[in-house]
């Protein structure tokens, strides 16, 4: 079938070169011409593994090709994908302009019936919405589905070829077997439901994760205080199927582009509703003031931050991307500035170029420093925090760090490193829950 998927994000992309990959004609779409030239040569503009191979290879066979055109795309395609960007308003709700733009802009090239799926996180009742849009431009009879994306950064390409379920939401018969045709190459469970309940099962699973994270951050935090190890206690409750030890490693708190945002977002459909004080308005708290009563504490072990030099490992808000989008890092820095220390950071693929929309302000004071290369780093610093666990800041000998005598502390606020190791190195080790 002939695809056109709008929005080149890593969603769009990603979504784009998959489906290629099965053999369909698809077309990636996107208003940014800058974006579209680097896309037509293969060029990927964000850090993603495997995904420029992939999009060689559907290049190569003429399945995938990238346009600005409209018209191009959408004129022959029986499938439209919408994966553009849905940001958060000011006060938490969800800001669907792009995904309008995007109805009305295709409206004039409809095929009879395409089928128009929203991949984009939104509410439910959007498809509602969408359709007036589309309706207000074109007479073409057309279908409408909600198909929620699950996958990661940093492993989207993966996720997406091995999905542990695919989400179709849509209100005729022909519009499930459409979508359920183009995704049985991937052998995956499918669940057919109406598109409210597609879009909803999109924000409960991300919401559902963030609370995890945010109840084993919360039981961490009662374990540093109580002679309690969390590791410990992880490995005693994993073992209760209905619990397990998947998916909640302790740390700073959750961030990225998903969680923050649709947390906050439910929290906004409740209060809407009249239900100010609800579960997803308490998670989003917590995880807000996470990263602050963490400097607090470790501002006290250092004996303040002033003049100290610190050196942060890993900037990304988790390893095998450049994602800075709520980064630990964008909290620690910045507040460990307004505090005078001075700060020298490495990332594997996070460079200067990358940082300097976030960190530009900071790098041109000179109170941030951002090496290039590990061998660059030296042993000067009074505290490390360990910010993003990079196979290759976890598997460091951190003993090239030390210095003499001279106290130093190593926060691993991702507990990946050898207490008892760090200890023996020379360091004063600080996890998150940890005993040692
Ligand atoms: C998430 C969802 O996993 C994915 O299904 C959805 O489509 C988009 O949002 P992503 O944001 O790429 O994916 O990353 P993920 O690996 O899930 O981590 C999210 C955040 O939670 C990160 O900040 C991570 O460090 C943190 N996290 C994750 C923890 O602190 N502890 C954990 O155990 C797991």
């Known amino acids: 079938m002939t695809i056109a998927v709008i929005g080149t994000g890593f969603v769009g992309v990603v979504t784009a070169a998959v489906y290629a990959s099965f053999g369909h004609k698809v077309f990636g779409l996107d208003i940014d011409q800058k974006k579209i030239n680097k896309l037509k040569k293969s060029q990927v503009p964000f850090h993603e593994p495997q995904l420029e191979d992939l999009l060689k290879e559907t290049q190569k066979k003429n399945h995938l090709s ?12 029986d499938l439209i994908i919408v994966a553009v960007g849905t940001p958060s308003t000011i006060d938490g709700g969800v800001d669907l302009k792009y995904v309008f733009a995007c109805a ?19 509410p439910p009742g959007t498809l509602d919405l969408v359709r007036d849009k589309i309706k207000s431009r074109t007479k073409t009879k057309f279908n409408l589905a909600s198909l929620p994306e699950f996958l990661r950064e940093g492993s989207a390409v993966n996720d997406t070829l091995h ?24 052998k ?11 879009q909803m099962a999109k924000y409960a699973a991300n919401a559902y994760l963030a609370m995890r994270i945010t109840f084993i951050n919360q039981v961490a935090d009662i374990c540093e205080k109580s002679g309690a190890d969390i590791e410990e206690v992880i490995s005693a409750i994993g073992y209760d199927k ?8 302790p740390g700073p708190g959750y961030g990225g582009s998903c969680f923050p945002k649709d947390v906050k977002e439910l929290a906004h459909f409740f209060k809407q ?13 917590l995880n807000s003031y996470r990263i602050n009563l963490l400097l607090t504490d470790y501002g006290r072990k250092v004996g303040g931050f002033k003049d100290k030099q610190i050196l942060v490992l890993g900037l990304s808000f988790k390893p095998n991307t450049d994602d800075l989008r ?40 000179g109170s941030l420093i951002i090496e290039d290369e590990l061998d660059d780093l030296t042993n000067s610093a009074d505290a490390i925090f360990l910010l993003t666990e990079w196979s290759e800041l ?3 000998d951190y003993s090239r760090f030390r210095n003499g005598t001279k106290p130093q502390w190593l926060f691993d606020i991702r507990n990946r490193l050898n207490p008892v190791q760090v200890r023996k190195w020379g360091f004063k080790y600080q996890g998150i829950g940890r005993q040692g």
Do not use: C
Not at 188 to 198: C, H, Q
Not at 337 to 342: C, D, N, V
Not at 345 to 358: G, I, L, Y
């Open 66 to 77: 990238f346009t600005t055109s409209y018209q191009e795309a959408i004129q022959s395609a």
């Open 104 to 122: 009305e802009s295709l409206a004039p090239y409809l095929k009879s019936e395409a089928v128009v799926v929203v991949k984009s996180t939104v």
């Open 163 to 186: 999905p542990d379920r695919i989400v179709i939401g849509a209100e005729n018969q022909t519009t499930f077997e459409l979508l359920g045709e183009l995704h049985a190459p991937l």
């Open 188 to 198: 995956a469970p499918i669940v057919r439901v109406r598109p409210e309940s597609a």
């Open 242 to 249: 209905r619990i397990g030890a998947h998916y909640w490693y």
């Open 273 to 285: 509703m009249g239900k100010t004080d609800n579960l997803f308005v308490k998670i989003n708290q």
């Open 326 to 365: 709520e980064a630990p890092s964008t909290k620690f820095i910045p507040q460990l500035i307004k505090l005078r220390a001075q700060i020298i950071a490495f990332d594997p693929v996070v460079k200067q170029k990358t940082a300097q929309a976030v960190f530009g302000q900071y790098l041109e004071s």
């Open 394 to 396: 976890i598997s460091l």
